[in-house]
Protein backbone atom coordinates (compact mmCIF):
# COMPACT_ATOMS: atom_id res chain seq x y z
CA UNK A 1 0.00 0.00 0.00
CA UNK A 2 1.52 3.64 -1.09
CA UNK A 3 -0.01 6.58 1.17
CA UNK A 4 2.13 8.75 -0.82
CA UNK A 5 1.61 12.45 -0.88
CA UNK A 6 -0.75 7.75 -3.53
CA UNK A 7 1.97 6.41 -4.95
CA UNK A 8 0.09 9.03 -6.33
CA UNK A 9 -1.96 9.85 -3.32
CA UNK A 10 -2.97 12.81 -0.56
CA UNK A 11 -0.67 14.13 1.93
CA UNK A 12 -0.13 11.15 4.27
CA UNK A 13 0.94 11.43 8.06
CA UNK A 14 2.95 9.69 11.04
CA UNK A 15 -1.05 9.06 12.61
CA UNK A 16 -1.40 6.16 9.96
CA UNK A 17 -2.17 3.20 11.56
CA UNK A 18 -1.49 -0.31 10.99
CA UNK A 19 2.33 -0.32 10.69
CA UNK A 20 2.39 2.17 7.55
CA UNK A 21 5.89 3.56 7.74
CA UNK A 22 6.65 7.53 7.63
CA UNK A 23 9.73 8.39 5.21
CA UNK A 24 11.97 10.95 6.54
CA UNK A 25 15.16 10.87 3.76
CA UNK A 26 14.45 12.46 0.56
CA UNK A 27 16.65 9.77 -0.90
CA UNK A 28 14.04 7.24 -0.83
CA UNK A 29 11.58 9.43 -3.07
CA UNK A 30 14.85 8.72 -6.06
CA UNK A 31 15.05 5.12 -5.20
CA UNK A 32 10.81 4.87 -6.03
CA UNK A 33 11.31 7.59 -8.64
CA UNK A 34 12.37 5.18 -11.18
CA UNK A 35 9.00 3.25 -12.93
CA UNK A 36 10.59 -0.31 -12.67
CA UNK A 37 11.07 -0.13 -9.08
CA UNK A 38 7.76 1.43 -8.33
CA UNK A 39 6.31 -1.21 -10.01
CA UNK A 40 8.10 -3.91 -8.56
CA UNK A 41 7.31 -2.49 -5.01
CA UNK A 42 3.93 -2.32 -6.02
CA UNK A 43 4.16 -6.02 -6.85
CA UNK A 44 5.90 -7.20 -3.94
CA UNK A 45 3.07 -5.13 -1.88
CA UNK A 46 0.68 -7.52 -3.44
CA UNK A 47 2.62 -10.70 -3.39
CA UNK A 48 5.10 -10.74 -0.61
CA UNK A 49 8.54 -11.99 -0.98
CA UNK A 50 9.85 -12.44 -4.21
CA UNK A 51 13.05 -13.97 -6.16
CA UNK A 52 14.13 -11.55 -9.00
CA UNK A 53 12.94 -14.82 -11.28
CA UNK A 54 9.23 -13.26 -10.06
CA UNK A 55 9.58 -10.14 -10.89
CA UNK A 56 11.18 -10.82 -14.30
CA UNK A 57 7.95 -13.11 -15.28
CA UNK A 58 5.76 -10.61 -13.65
CA UNK A 59 6.88 -7.29 -15.26
CA UNK A 60 8.10 -9.14 -18.60
CA UNK A 61 12.20 -7.86 -18.14
CA UNK A 62 15.15 -9.69 -18.18
CA UNK A 63 16.20 -11.47 -14.36
CA UNK A 64 19.33 -9.88 -14.45
CA UNK A 65 17.43 -6.37 -14.90
CA UNK A 66 15.30 -7.38 -12.08
CA UNK A 67 18.25 -8.78 -10.12
CA UNK A 68 19.62 -4.62 -10.19
CA UNK A 69 16.39 -2.81 -9.34
CA UNK A 70 15.74 -5.31 -6.16
CA UNK A 71 19.74 -4.57 -5.47
CA UNK A 72 18.74 -0.43 -5.76
CA UNK A 73 15.95 -0.78 -3.57
CA UNK A 74 18.03 -2.74 -1.03
CA UNK A 75 20.61 0.24 -1.42
CA UNK A 76 17.36 2.58 -0.47
CA UNK A 77 16.31 0.77 2.38
CA UNK A 78 13.18 -0.28 0.29
CA UNK A 79 13.56 -4.23 0.72
CA UNK A 80 15.90 -6.60 2.64
CA UNK A 81 16.87 -10.45 2.27
CA UNK A 82 14.62 -12.14 3.99
CA UNK A 83 15.99 -14.53 5.77
CA UNK A 84 15.36 -18.54 5.40
CA UNK A 85 12.83 -18.34 2.75
CA UNK A 86 15.73 -19.55 0.44
CA UNK A 87 16.56 -22.76 -0.64
CA UNK A 88 20.55 -22.08 -0.35
CA UNK A 89 22.88 -19.15 -0.17
CA UNK A 90 22.22 -18.47 -3.93
CA UNK A 91 19.11 -18.59 -3.91
CA UNK A 92 17.90 -14.53 -2.73
CA UNK A 93 14.20 -14.02 -1.64
CA UNK A 94 13.73 -10.40 -1.13
CA UNK A 95 10.73 -8.63 0.94
CA UNK A 96 9.47 -5.13 1.44
CA UNK A 97 10.74 -3.54 4.36
CA UNK A 98 7.57 -1.77 5.56
CA UNK A 99 5.15 -4.80 4.60
CA UNK A 100 1.82 -2.08 5.31
CA UNK A 101 3.40 0.67 3.02
CA UNK A 102 5.00 4.01 3.17
CA UNK A 103 3.77 6.95 4.00
CA UNK A 104 5.30 10.06 2.51
CA UNK A 105 4.83 14.08 3.54
CA UNK A 106 6.39 16.29 0.73
CA UNK A 107 6.17 19.19 2.53
CA UNK A 108 8.71 17.92 4.88
CA UNK A 109 11.11 16.10 2.72
CA UNK A 110 11.57 19.40 0.61
CA UNK A 111 12.34 20.97 3.49
CA UNK A 112 15.52 18.63 4.03
CA UNK A 113 18.58 18.68 2.41
CA UNK A 114 18.59 17.74 -1.24
CA UNK A 115 14.62 17.36 -0.71
CA UNK A 116 13.11 20.05 -3.16
CA UNK A 117 15.61 18.30 -6.33
CA UNK A 118 14.17 14.88 -5.16
CA UNK A 119 10.31 15.37 -4.51
CA UNK A 120 10.58 17.62 -8.62
CA UNK A 121 11.69 14.27 -9.81
CA UNK A 122 8.99 12.34 -7.56
CA UNK A 123 6.26 14.67 -8.43
CA UNK A 124 6.98 14.40 -12.13
CA UNK A 125 7.46 10.90 -12.41
CA UNK A 126 3.63 10.37 -10.67
CA UNK A 127 1.81 13.16 -12.93
CA UNK A 128 2.98 10.63 -15.67
CA UNK A 129 2.29 7.49 -13.86
CA UNK A 130 -1.38 8.90 -13.39
CA UNK A 131 -2.16 9.90 -16.43
CA UNK A 132 -0.98 6.09 -17.68
CA UNK A 133 -3.57 4.78 -15.19
CA UNK A 134 -6.18 6.37 -16.22
CA UNK A 135 -6.13 6.02 -19.96
CA UNK A 136 -5.26 2.44 -19.47
CA UNK A 137 -8.68 2.48 -17.28
CA UNK A 138 -10.20 4.08 -20.30
CA UNK A 139 -9.05 2.16 -22.44
CA UNK A 140 -9.44 -1.63 -21.63
CA UNK A 141 -13.11 -2.03 -20.39
CA UNK A 142 -14.07 -5.20 -18.86
CA UNK A 143 -14.05 -8.34 -20.57
CA UNK A 144 -14.12 -12.56 -19.96
CA UNK A 145 -10.48 -11.88 -18.45
CA UNK A 146 -10.14 -8.51 -16.27
CA UNK A 147 -12.77 -6.13 -14.13
CA UNK A 148 -12.34 -2.53 -14.59
CA UNK A 149 -14.28 -0.58 -11.91
CA UNK A 150 -13.98 3.62 -12.13
CA UNK A 151 -15.84 5.43 -9.82
CA UNK A 152 -15.74 8.66 -8.06
CA UNK A 153 -18.06 10.83 -5.14
CA UNK A 154 -18.55 14.01 -3.25
CA UNK A 155 -18.76 13.84 0.07
CA UNK A 156 -19.27 17.18 2.28
CA UNK A 157 -16.40 16.57 5.24
CA UNK A 158 -14.75 17.98 7.61
CA UNK A 159 -10.84 17.39 8.04
CA UNK A 160 -11.20 15.05 10.90
CA UNK A 161 -13.98 12.83 9.35
CA UNK A 162 -11.86 12.55 5.70
CA UNK A 163 -9.04 11.33 7.58
CA UNK A 164 -11.39 8.37 9.31
CA UNK A 165 -12.35 7.89 5.71
CA UNK A 166 -9.05 7.44 4.34
CA UNK A 167 -8.23 5.46 7.56
CA UNK A 168 -11.45 3.14 7.14
CA UNK A 169 -10.47 3.02 2.96
CA UNK A 170 -6.85 1.84 4.23
CA UNK A 171 -8.51 -0.86 6.35
CA UNK A 172 -10.76 -2.67 4.03
CA UNK A 173 -7.57 -2.31 1.10
CA UNK A 174 -4.94 -4.14 4.22
CA UNK A 175 -7.57 -6.75 5.06
CA UNK A 176 -8.12 -7.75 1.26
CA UNK A 177 -4.29 -7.63 0.84
CA UNK A 178 -3.78 -9.94 3.65
CA UNK A 179 -6.56 -12.45 2.36
CA UNK A 180 -5.05 -12.60 -1.51
CA UNK A 181 -1.41 -11.96 -0.66
CA UNK A 182 1.17 -14.69 -2.70
CA UNK A 183 2.01 -15.75 -5.79
CA UNK A 184 -0.94 -17.48 -6.71
CA UNK A 185 -1.33 -18.28 -10.74
CA UNK A 186 -5.24 -18.14 -10.20
CA UNK A 187 -4.50 -14.27 -9.39
CA UNK A 188 -3.31 -11.10 -11.53
CA UNK A 189 -2.15 -7.89 -9.75
CA UNK A 190 -4.61 -5.44 -9.70
CA UNK A 191 -4.39 -1.72 -9.06
CA UNK A 192 -6.27 0.12 -6.98
CA UNK A 193 -5.53 3.83 -7.11
CA UNK A 194 -7.54 6.20 -4.73
CA UNK A 195 -7.56 10.24 -4.52
CA UNK A 196 -9.47 11.78 -1.34
CA UNK A 197 -8.91 15.38 -1.09
CA UNK A 198 -10.66 18.84 -1.16
CA UNK A 199 -12.45 19.11 -5.06
CA UNK A 200 -9.99 20.54 -6.75
CA UNK A 201 -10.32 24.00 -8.67
CA UNK A 202 -9.29 22.43 -12.70
CA UNK A 203 -9.58 24.42 -15.59
CA UNK A 204 -12.26 25.20 -17.64
CA UNK A 205 -12.28 22.48 -20.72
CA UNK A 206 -10.39 23.55 -23.87
CA UNK A 207 -8.16 25.55 -21.78
Known amino acids: MRNWAGSVVGVADDEDPGGVRPVHDPRVLRGLAHPVRGRIVDEMNATGPVRAADVAR ?3 IPANQASFHLRQLAKYGLVEEAEGEGRDRRDRVWRLTAERGLSIDLTDLESRPGGRAAVGVWRTQNR ?3 HGVVDAAYAHPP ?3 RTTHIS ?3 LRL ?4 ARELARDLDAVVARWADRTRGLDD ?4 YLLAEFLQPYPELPPPGR
Do not use: F, I, P, V
Open 158 to 161: TKQE
Open 143 to 145: DDD
Open 186 to 189: GRRT
Open 58 to 60: ALG
Open 128 to 130: AWA
Open 152 to 154: SAT
